[in-house]
T-cell receptor
């Protein structure tokens, strides 16, 4: 069975500082993809970043980077230079190869302080 | 165009009403999904359509009836809902069911009175 664990229900960060959102996962499938989504209060799920299980390098997309540690089964999201607009719920998610289902973690609510 | 659109944005309906949610994408994706999301919870998968055929029904009550009229459109027909069905309903699409990346729509916020 696949599982995603996000242990931080809420996080605070000062504007312009970096923040790390934790995510650990569990799967016995060797081929999988890991994702982070941002969900503002408006409700839309915004895709941020993707890491494949066979990717050698950590994924980066602008201010977002994914710290992928395969042996530890962790896929932490790092947001650099936080902005007020980064305040939102963040979900870590996983899909295994051939699987229809995206497994989501419980989410982390990020608050960016001015 | 990497957009999934959903209408309506908000919907209030009584328990005896019949209504429909609509989802549309023009990315040529052949897999489409309905998710239900309760407040402060992650999305839960309801249905998966692959090449316009229903592939997965996650034991959803029959008062929710999905329909995929063509490869760009996905509907969710609602009938005799309960107040506990009030939630955000998200539609998503992907290239196909083996693709990792899913694109989500903005959702329909449903309130059942």
């Amino acid at each position: 069975a696949q599982k995603i664990t996000q242990t931080q229900p809420g996080m605070f960060v000062q504007e312009k500082e970096a923040v790390t959102l934790d995510c650990t996962y569990d799967t016995s499938d060797p081929s999988y993809g890991l994702f982070w989504y941002k969900q503002p209060s408006s409700g839309e799920m915004i895709f941020l970043i993707y890491q494949g299980s066979y990717d050698q390098q950590n994924a980066t997309e602008g201010r977002y980077s994914l710290n992928f540690q395969k042996a530890r089964k962790s896929a932490n999201l790092v947001i650099s230079a936080s902005q007020l607009g980064d305040s939102a719920m963040y979900f870590c998610a996983m899909r295994v190869a051939g699987g229809f289902k995206t497994i989501f973690g419980a989410g982390t609510r990020l608050f960016v302080k001015a | 165009d990497t957009e999934v659109t959903q209408t309506p944005k908000h919907l209030v309906m009584g328990m005896t009403n019949k209504k429909s949610l609509k989802c549309e994408q023009h990315m040529g994706h052949r897999a489409m999904y309905w998710y239900k999301q309760k407040a402060k919870k992650p999305p839960e998968l309801m249905f998966v359509y692959s090449y316009e055929k229903l592939s997965i029904n996650e034991s959803v009550p029959s008062r929710f009836s999905p329909e995929c009229p063509n490869s760009s459109l996905l509907n969710l027909h609602l009938h005799a809902l309960q107040p506990e069905d009030s939630a955000l309903y998200l539609c998503a699409s992907s290239q196909d069911t083996s693709s990792y990346e899913q694109y989500f729509g903005p959702g329909t916020r449903l309130t059942v009175t």
